[in-house]
C-alpha cells in the first residue's frame, strides 16, 4: 500500500513539476491561456482534471475559465484518447462520397459512436469537418495517417489490419491454453 502511495505521489510531484514550467512560460496571463492548454496537451496528451486544477492555482486564473476554453476548442479533450485515434472526414466533398457509410462500419464494428473510446483504451473515433484533402474523399486519418478513398469495404479492411495484431495475440494465446495438458478436461468442465 505504501508503494503505491510513493508511486501516486511521485506521479503528482512530477506533473506539479511540469505544469509549474508550463505556467512559468506564459506570465502575461488570460492573453495566453490557449497556449497553456495546448503546452498541457503536448504533455499529457489530454487535459486531465488535476492538470487544470493546478494550472488554474499556479496562474491563479480560475479553473472555469480554463474549462470553458477547453470545451470551446475542439482541439482540446478532457479524456485521453486511444491507441488509435481514427478520424472520419464528413466534410461536404467525403459526404458526397459515402463518408457517413464509413463512420457506420467503425461505429458498429468498434461499438462505440463518433466522439467515444473502446472500453479497452484501443480506439477512439472521431469525425472532422474537413482534413484539408477533399480530392482524396472519403478519407479518414489514423493517427495522423492518411487513407484515402474508404468505402464501406475498405473501412472495414483498414479496421481488420488495424486491429488485427491484437485479435491475432488473443486467438494465439487462446490456441495455446487449448493445447496445454488438461485443456480437455477444463472446457469438459465447462460445458458440463
Same mark, same amino acid.
Given at each position: 500500500m505504501r508503494s503505491e502511495q510513493a508511486v501516486e505521489g511521485h506521479h503528482l510531484l512530477a506533473m506539479e513539476e511540469k505544469l509549474q514550467a508550463i505556467v512559468d512560460r506564459y506570465k502575461s496571463g488570460r492573453s495566453t491561456l490557449v497556449g497553456v492548454l495546448q503546452d498541457v496537451t503536448q504533455a499529457f496528451g489530454y487535459l486531465p482534471e488535476e492538470a487544470l486544477r493546478e494550472i488554474s492555482r499556479a496562474s491563479e486564473?480560475? %479553473?472555469?475559465l480554463f474549462y470553458s476554453l477547453a470545451t470551446f476548442y475542439k482541439s482540446f479533450r478532457l479524456e485521453p484518447i486511444g491507441k488509435k485515434h481514427v478520424c472520419v472526414c464528413v466534410g461536404t466533398a467525403c459526404h458526397v462520397r459515402g463518408a457517413a457509410q464509413v463512420v457506420d462500419v467503425f461505429e458498429r464494428e468498434l461499438s462505440i459512436k463518433a466522439g467515444q473510446t473502446t472500453p479497452d483504451g484501443n480506439f477512439? !473515433? =472521431?469525425?472532422? /469537418?474537413? !482534413?484539408?484533402?477533399?480530392?482524396l $474523399?472519403?478519407? %479518414?486519418?489514423? /493517427? $495522423?495517417e492518411y487513407h484515402s478513398k474508404l468505402d464501406q469495404k475498405a473501412a472495414q479492411k483498414l479496421l481488420k489490419k488495424l486491429d488485427g495484431g491484437q485479435k491475432a495475440e488473443a486467438q494465439e494465446? =487462446?490456441?495455446? $491454453?487449448? =493445447?496445454s495438458p488438461g485443456a480437455d478436461a477444463l472446457g469438459a468442465d465447462a460445458q458440463a
Open positions: 486564473v480560475p %479553473v472555469s477512439t !473515433l =472521431e469525425t472532422v /469537418n474537413c !482534413l484539408g484533402a477533399c480530392a $474523399g472519403p478519407l %479518414v486519418t489514423v /493517427n $495522423g494465446a =487462446e490456441a495455446q $491454453g487449448a =493445447e
